[in-house]
């Protein structure tokens, strides 16, 4: 798929297939994370691979739609503001560098005819424990990795005209 038709193709998938996810696209997927572009190329972030058999229960406790822990892969992204980039006003970077890095991840699902679903109204404090995550290992996203059972919807989006603004100097 060329980019112009993977952006386009590229949906939240909100139901998956049992079918397992082969090891050889879950590493291509994981690689395409970490080639991502960091702040200063600090790299701040660390993925977590979740094997949702006999763990749905604890799944359900992170984020408790159905279809979360239906794919046979959860993978988180978190952030480590510790090691992150920090800009002089005192902006802390490592978060946008942990969503760079999952857009990257699920852009190459999407590619591989994955399905992916981007979750940030997870219960962080279930999501501490179940992963147990040291302080300082802040968790940003998760995403279910399976095979789509469901179909792309269109696209609704905001117009070029309402969201780009030509500055003239
Ligand atoms: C930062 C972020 C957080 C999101 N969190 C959730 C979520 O918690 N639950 C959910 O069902 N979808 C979530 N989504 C998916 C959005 O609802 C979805 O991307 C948006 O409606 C556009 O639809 P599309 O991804 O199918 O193009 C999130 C997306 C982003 C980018």
Known sequence: MNFSDLVRHRYSCRSYRAEQVEEEKLQQVLEAARLAPTAANRQPFQLVVIHTAGRQAELKRLYPQEWFSQAPL???????????????????????????????????????????????????QAAREILRLPDGVEPVAFTPLGYPADQAKPKNRKPLAEIVRYEHL
Do not use: E
């Open 74 to 124: 959860v993978i988180g992204i978190c952030a480590l503001p510790s090691g992150a980039w920090v800009r002089r006003d005192g902006k802390n970077y490592a978060q946008v560098d942990a969503a760079i890095a999952m857009d990257h991840l699920i852009l190459a699902a999407a590619d591989l005819g994955l399905g992916t679903c981007w979750v940030a109204a997870f219960d962080p």
